[in-house]
């Protein structure tokens, strides 16, 4: 509707304050417009006296009755989503669908008694709380003496007192030393994530990036026998989605064509899949270029063994450096010319790695929260660790490596499923730098799925425990200095790896809800509420644009604390679920100027070479039984749910003893827990 206007003029030559009414359903905007001079008349009042504050209350009523609206229809708004909501949770219940629905050679035996674990525990805490409120209800409050509640007389009265003694004796002391260790663990983690930021703090206070020597413009414009030779590796498995933009991404780049070679290093099982690969591969080689494609019949070693066979080719010696891109990765044009520099005249430099960006990130919650999570790895932890210590974890992608840094660390190997970080170590062992670029971003994708995040997640959890127990020894008896040496094992491994997910579990998921049980064993409401808010704005930092979703990150975190605990004690025990490799599944989405690039660049040629094998694709959709496997589904996770009950639970008994910010927090962990459970998070499929 067209803006309507309400008091233009005054009786008597007043001037009211108009106000413009933008019509535009369901949120009407308001905004006042300043009377200018002209419209006040000489000598009288500038409110227009009893005519203009008529008016003026006019007006009042209706920015009253307009603001009235617009809450309604928020609050409608909010009922409509939570009825979506409940209608998706119960569809979920209703189908039954679980997490014990594993994938073909999926190994479920930790996670069944993980959650049996869990679900003892549970039972055993509604059995205390039933047993408690009996308790209240007779009036046997917490201050009641032990001689006094002896006294009484009855069964359950001398029940509850030998219950009373037993925690008072036996398991709160046990209770209060498991909770000052884990608090001594998170102020020592709160320390190391606060000089983090404060690293961070001090390189963007003083400018502080690497720089490539002699980086002129008569360098990027120099001849073709001027760039080194660059070899660049696209591993991929079953990627049918991302194929296509990310091979197109790679052979855009901005170098000489006679200087890089693309390998295209296909795991693929299914034909498809193989065949539009393999077709989109020799596309490019009519149009000039030097590409090649590599097809491995027999996975072994997954993605560190895909590399290792691709890099044992004859003709890899003739290249200086090597550049690896996921299956989902778009490099910029000028990805080669911002990184390949950094190694002119620094022969121990081994990797320059550049950041992530993220073409999904507002997909939804799940995507919104990773995001927080990764600006804060990127900008924080690689710059500070790149800047001041020359390592870092390699990222897997998006990374330039020398190819004799990786020739003297041993080069790929199959031991763990993280392959990235175990090279990374071994040429931080052998003495080679590592450059982070922080400003060089390359694209990708974020898991969309609770499902493909929670896989995600379980592999770079397990894999580092794996990775410890291989190269400790190795790390002892290297060469490197005594404080390096420390900050491998203490602070690289064990406090960000092991100590992290340990203590995020076992204080907030275990011994939180316990001390609600057995209240002789306190838990501090500042280690509860102040210092995870504290930390959690401190994560949020990097990405200012979510601080609204500061509190759902920070319960979020607590929940898949569940998650990363199961992966560490299957990575450090070498339990059978610590060698599951799952690829992440992808949803095959791109920047739209990436797309608009490669459209104005290559548009009739993809008409025409990129045309998928028909017959293929009739074959394929021919075949019921391979569709059925590639169905998504969302599904119950018993844990979280179980977790969720549990912590509710608690926070009914931190009602009877009047803990508020314990009793919030355990109501909001728990919807947390409840919402993750139902997965309701992230993708949803109807």
């Not at 989605?241 to 990310?246: F, K």
């Not at 790895?377 to 330039?400: D, I, K, M, R, S």
């Amino acid at each position: 509707m067209a803006p309507s206007w309400w008091g233009r003029e005054g009786r008597g030559g007043g001037g009211g304050t108009p106000v413009v009414v933008k019509m535009e359903n369901p949120n009407w905007s308001i905004s006042e417009v300043e009377a200018s001079a002209a419209e006040v008349t000489p000598g009288s009042p500038a409110g227009g006296g009893k005519a203009g504050r008529g008016k003026n209350a006019r007006q009042i009523t209706w920015v009253l009755l307009l603001k009235a609206h617009r809450v309604a229809g928020r609050l409608t708004g909010a009922a409509s989503a939570a009825l979506a909501v409940a209608a998706a949770a119960r569809r979920r219940v209703a189908v039954g669908r679980t997490d014990t629905d594993a994938a073909p050679g999926e190994s479920t035996a930790l996670r069944t008694r993980f959650y049996g674990c869990i679900r003892v525990f549970l039972l055993l805490s509604v059995l205390l709380l039933a047993v408690e409120v009996a308790a209240y209800l007779q009036g046997w409050h917490l201050e009641v003496e032990m001689p006094g509640l002896i006294a009484v007389d009855g069964l359950f009265a001398a029940a509850y007192a030998g219950w009373m003694r037993a925690r008072l004796e036996y398991l709160a002391p046990p209770l209060q030393f498991l909770t000052n260790a884990c608090v001594v663990l998170f102020l020592i983690q709160s320390i190391d994530r606060l000089v983090l930021c404060l690293g961070c703090f001090w390189i963007r206070l003083k400018g502080i990036k690497p720089v490539p020597p002699a980086a002129g413009k008569e360098d990027v414009e120099a001849g073709a026998e001027d760039f080194p030779l660059v070899l660049v590796q696209i591993p991929m498995c079953n990627e049918r989605e991302v194929y296509q933009q990310s091979i197109g991404a790679v052979c855009s780049l901005d170098w000489p064509r006679s200087n890089f070679l693309v390998q295209v290093l296909d795991d693929s099982d299914d034909a498809t899949t193989s065949a539009l690969i393999k077709e989109e591969v020799e596309k490019w080689q009519r149009e000039g270029v030097r590409i090649i494609y590599r097809h491995r019949v027999i996975r072994d070693g997954y993605k560190a063994g895909n590399l290792k066979s691709a890099m044992n080719c004859s003709y890899v010696k003739d290249y200086e450096f090597v550049v690896i891109f996921d299956a989902d990765f778009q490099p910029q044009a000028d990805f080669l010319k911002l990184t390949v520099p950094h190694f002119k005249g620094k022969d121990d430099v081994g990797l320059v790695q550049a950041r992530w960006s993220f073409v999904n990130k507002d997909e939804n919650l799940l995507t919104r929260l990773q995001n927080i999570n990764l600006c804060f790895h990127f900008e924080v932890e690689q710059q500070v660790n790149g800047t001041f210590l020359n390592f870092f974890g390699f990222n897997g992608t998006a990374g330039v490596w020398r190819i004799k840094a990786l020739e003297d660390s041993g080069g790929w190997l199959e031991r763990t499923t993280v392959e990235d970080m175990d090279i990374a170590v071994r040429a931080h062992l052998k003495g080679w730098k590592f450059l982070f670029l922080n400003d060089v971003e390359c694209q990708c994708e974020l898991p969309e799925s609770y499902e493909a995040y929670r896989k995600q997640q379980h592999r770079w959890h397990s894999g580092p425990m794996q990775l410890f127990r291989l190269c400790f020894v190795d790390i002892i008896k290297s060469k490197i200095g005594f404080w390096k040496k420390c900050n491998l094992i203490f602070l690289f491994f064990l406090l960000r790896k092991l100590i992290l997910p340990f203590y995020s579990f076992t204080l907030f998921c275990v011994i939180l809800p316990m001390t609600m049980f057995v209240p002789e064993a306190e838990l501090p409401a500042w280690v509860v509420c102040y210092i995870p808010a504290t930390m959690s704005i401190l994560n949020i930092l990097p990405a200012p644009k979510s601080f609204p979703f500061i509190v759902p990150y920070l319960l979020f975190e607590n929940t898949m604390s569940v998650t990363k605990f199961n992966a560490m004690i299957s990575g450090l025990f070498q339990l059978g679920s610590a060698y599951e490799w799952v690829v992440t599944k992808k949803s095959g989405r791109s920047s739209e100027g990436d797309l608009v690039a490669l459209v104005e660049k290559h548009s009739k040629q993809q008409r025409v070479g990129s045309a998928p094998n028909l017959d293929a694709l009739t074959k394929e959709g021919s075949n019921p039984k391979k569709d059925s496997k590639k169905k998504k589904h969302n599904r119950i996770y018993r844990k979280e749910l179980a977790l969720s009950f549990l912590l509710l639970t608690a926070a009914a008994r931190s009602l009877l003893s009047a803990q508020g910010i314990h009793f919030y927090f355990l109501l909001f962990q728990g919807v947390s827990f409840l919402v993750v459970g139902l997965d309701l998070i992230g993708e949803q499929v109807e």
